[in-house]
């Protein structure tokens, strides 16, 4: 607890930078404007404005600092016009309408949900393999661990175009690339996991008589928790990111990505903001709520988190 | 048709696993040889059957071209590639990686002098590590126009956090006791930060410093999305597709596969001979 004060300190910095950055970012913009609106303005016109850096123009009219957080499409938008346009569409659209960001939201999360939950199944199954399997362990492993240090987000919109052309459109393609991105940190968490029962603990299981599967089922698996966890975390937000990046190429209609396009390709600034942060708070609430889900496991088994 | 292919197919996997079951459980399983065999045979084996399956299945090239035709059209387009690689590799994220990485620097080292600030930067930058930052994308496209200072600002921003976040709990791990004689040497905050303090959070440096490689390279490829000149991995991988011209799109991921391993392994390289002494890095 006694690091709120901290957190929320470096947060109202980060914010202030944010206030004051608006100024010299959108002064052009703001001249411009102000001109138009018959206000007096120096230098006159916008070709020896230019000549000008934004920091500079704020210096010569200082009047005009206060529009330049009201501008309608802004360069930089103010945080307060991002948090408007938020409400606006978190709360106060239906949530069936295509303005709304629930229904955006929804379209990319379901696909992060859905990637997340097959990208993890078959990581949880590939990492049990290989823990049993020397074999599979020698030939796959190493790749597992190189395929970490490659932008295999480059692959989505190929594997959209691929998907699509034989015929798999919509959800499916997004999840694929959702799958793809969470399932090799699950693999290698998992099979650390597995792997974290030290050679007392094995042999007293011998000790018992135990089966093989009975050593699964209640040493290595409950051993594993706290690194599957760990990888889970990752993976959700690789997840996300990777639904979010496979809207973007394709020309998506709906979801987050599609969002922050529409937002870019039309000059409306505050749209892509407004999306951009609703991405991020859904990254965090999922991240926040695995967090959760990962408290609760291990105080009732026990454990510390790894 | 489709049986030969089925059974062609499964025919080499099963002499590929015959020949890795036998070599991983024999009296020469723990050589290094063997180590680097077992993976390369496994990865030959896969593309053996995804050369095999698209020539007999005849998979149309549109959708998956097979290996042959990858490595081919690779030989072909050296010189395209390469000044891919240059415009997005070089200027764009490793521009934004050296920047990045100084400002996390910076930051750590400045805010490392107060306890308060380390406690408030740490879980915020953990917790802007987690976001999707890539999306910032088409914002600094529009700032700072489409050549590569647009991409190497997003790789930038991207790396900034993991590597911030690392260095300054890297900072903080010191024991009492080693600062203690510290103190006795009558060693002062900069002798303290250069002798003591320093090389101790290396490997966490490191450490933002590799998970960050991967994100350098995804930040300037997916910012290529949003609008570059006719150049760069990702304007070639966005338009070869839109002509399906797989191959190509192919060749370009060989290439940034290749690009992610070398970065990675160039940064683990210097960690061993920077951290050679921390238990990790021992033989």
């Not at chain 1, 699950?186 to 050679?199: A, C, H, N, T």
């Amino acid at each position: 607890m006694k690091s709120v004060l901290p957190i929320l300190s470096v947060i109202a910095a980060i914010l202030l930078f944010w206030v004051l950055s608006v100024i010299p970012m959108n002064m052009h913009l703001t001249a411009d404007q102000a001109q138009r609106d018959g206000l007096v303005v120096s230098p006159e016109t916008p070709a020896e404005r230019q000549t000008y850096s934004g920091l500079g123009l704020v210096l010569k009219n200082p009047g005009l600092i206060s529009l330049t957080y009201t501008l309608e499409r802004p360069r930089l938008p103010s945080p307060h016009q991002v948090g408007v346009e938020m409400w606006d569409t978190i709360f106060a659209k239906k949530i069936t309408s295509r303005r709304s960001l629930v229904y955006h939201g929804w379209v990319t999360l379901s696909a992060t949900l859905l990637g997340f939950a097959i990208g993890t199944s078959l990581g949880i199954l590939l990492a049990v393999g290989i823990v049993y399997n020397r074999a599979m362990d020698m030939s796959v492993m190493p790749w597992a661990i190189a395929s970490q240090t490659i932008p295999i987000l480059a692959l989505a919109p190929m594997i959209i175009v691929m998907l699509g052309s034989i015929g798999i459109q919509g959800l499916f393609p997004k999840a694929v690339i959702s799958a793809y991105l969470s399932f090799f940190p699950v693999v290698v968490g998992m099979v650390k996991g597995l792997r974290s029962p030290d050679e007392m603990q094995l042999d007293l299981l011998r000790t018992y008589h135990a089966s093989p599967t009975q050593g699964f089922w209640k040493l290595r698996l409950p051993a594993s928790v706290p690194y599957l966890f760990a990888s889970l975390k990752i993976g959700i937000s690789a997840s996300l990111v990777g639904a979010i990046v496979a809207e973007l190429p394709t020309g998506a209609r709906a979801g987050f990505g599609a969002r922050m396009l529409v937002g870019d390709q039309y000059g409306q600034p505050i749209v892509t903001w407004a999306a951009l942060f609703a991405a991020a708070i859904t990254a965090a609430a999922l991240v926040g709520l695995f967090s959760a889900i990962e408290r609760l496991t291990l105080r009732r088994m026990g454990m510390q988190a790894a | 048709m489709t049986g030969t292919a089925i059974i062609s197919a499964l025919a080499v996997w099963g002499a590929g696993w015959f020949i890795n079951t036998r070599l991983a459980g024999g009296s020469m399983a723990q050589t290094r040889g063997i180590k680097l065999l077992v993976p390369a045979i496994f990865g030959l084996t896969i593309l053996i059957m995804w050369e095999l399956l698209v020539r007999l299945l005849e998979v149309s090239p549109v959708i998956l071209p097979p290996p042959s035709a990858i490595a081919e059209r690779f030989g072909q387009e050296l010189p395209l590639l390469w000044a891919d690689f240059v415009q997005t590799i070089m200027k764009g994220a490793m521009t934004g990686y050296v920047i990045g990485a100084l400002a996390a620097f910076t930051v750590a080292i400045l805010a490392d002098r107060s306890d308060f600030l380390t406690r408030g930067i740490l879980p915020v930058g953990g917790f802007m590590a987690a976001l999707p930052i890539v999306g910032t994308a088409p914002i600094f496209v529009k700032w700072l126009g489409s050549d590569w200072q647009s991409k190497a600002a997003v790789v930038g921003v991207m790396v900034f956090f993991p590597i911030l976040v690392n260095t300054v709990a890297g900072l903080r791990d010191t024991t009492a006791m080693q600062r203690d004689l510290m103190r006795t040497y009558g060693a002062g905050y900069w002798a303290t930060l250069f002798k003591l303090r320093l090389p101790a959070a290396m490997p966490f440096i490191f450490n933002g410093l590799k998970i960050a490689t991967t994100l350098a390279l995804i930040g300037a490829i997916v910012a290529e999305f949003f609008g570059s000149p006719t150049v760069g991995m990702g304007f070639r991988i966005s338009t070869s597709v839109g002509q399906l011209a797989l191959d190509l799109v192919w060749a370009e991921i060989v290439v940034s596969a290749i690009a992610g391993s070398a970065f990675y392994g160039a940064m683990a390289w210097i960690e061993s001979r920077v951290t050679f002494w921390h238990p990790s890095q021992r033989k």
